[in-house]
């Protein structure tokens, strides 16, 4: 496991890597075919990814802003692993701003030797109000954090090496409110219509190279943004991260070319 904060640590560790003259030697010795990307991991749907792919054995690079939470996340997800701490690199990053994510990225593949799926589920939720009443610089936050959590690591990682790869898988999470616009969802409503269309654009651009391109609404689940998006809910009412994800793992792996560009609701995943 690679015990980096964000910032400085990462970037020498990056430069030290990615600098060497026999950088594909120390790469490809350090292969593994089933590498993936899991943005927002520290808690929620991303965490319960995280630890599901690394039971399954596959090498995690995860990420997330609070250090404390995705620290303990990756513990958990070396636990979950059978190759331990060996398959698992986490990195303390905010998304949003272009050169933490390449960072981050760029550390997975010096790691690992590729990534093959890139999972992007980091986001935020703002507040549940109406738009006459919504704080333009919260607006602009949701919004900006939202789209650029989205761009940064998925041009980070196509640039780093699924391009080169000729193969990957991106999943985008989405939500019910990216294709059905309701009260009180402004600006994460507006992010997820984004992101509907970025995924649609991005298959389109890839889909002779070789990469998938999937969005995916997990419907209700019983995470902290669920919970802050609907406080009077009984969350014991809801599915557990742990129960979507042990339906989407799976469902993931029957992905092939036909689907790219298609959204999917957790009902059709679940069969
Ligand atoms: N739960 C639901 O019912 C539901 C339904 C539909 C769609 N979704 C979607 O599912 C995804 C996961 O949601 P969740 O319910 O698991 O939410 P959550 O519990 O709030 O988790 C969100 C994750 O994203 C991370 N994150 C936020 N901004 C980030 C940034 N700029 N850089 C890096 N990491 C960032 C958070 O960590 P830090 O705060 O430490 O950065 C956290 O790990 C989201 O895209 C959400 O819109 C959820």
Request: glycine share 8%.
């Amino acid at each position: 496991m690679v015990w980096d904060n964000a910032g400085i640590a990462l970037k020498e560790f990056c430069d030290a890597i990615l600098g060497q003259g026999n950088l594909s030697q120390r790469i490809y010795s350090m292969k593994n075919d089933r590498v993936a990307a899991v943005t927002g991991a520290s808690r929620g749907i991303g965490r319960a990814l995280a630890i599901a792919l690394a039971k399954e054995d596959w090498a995690v690079g995860l990420c997330s802003r609070n250090q404390e939470q995705i620290q303990s996340t990756a513990q958990e997800v070396a636990r979950a692993s059978p190759a331990g701490a060996q398959h698992v690199l986490f990195q303390v990053c905010d998304l949003s701003k272009f050169y933490e994510a390449q960072y981050w990225i760029k550390a997975i593949v010096a790691r690992f030797g590729r990534i093959d799926m890139l999972i992007n589920n980091a986001g935020i939720l703002g507040s549940r109000l109406m738009i006459e009443e919504y704080p333009h610089g919260l607006w602009e936050e949701v919004i900006r954090v939202n789209s650029m959590s989205l761009f940064c690591p998925t041009k980070a990682c196509l640039v780093e090496t699924m391009l080169r790869q000729g193969s990957g898988l991106i999943v985008n999470i989405s939500s019910g409110v990216g294709h059905v616009g309701k009260a009180r969802w402004g600006p994460y409503a507006a992010a997820k219509f984004g992101l509907e269309g970025f995924s649609q654009v991005l298959a389109a651009e890839l889909y002779d190279r070789g990469i998938i391109v999937v969005s995916v609404n997990p419907e209700a689940t019983r995470t902290s943004m669920r919970a802050a998006a609907y406080p009077q809910e009984d969350p014991m009412a809801l599915k557990t991260p742990e129960e979507f994800v042990a339906k989407l793992v799976p469902w993931l792996r029957r992905l092939k070319k036909a689907d790219s560009g298609k959204f999917f609701n957790f009902k059709e995943i679940e069969g």
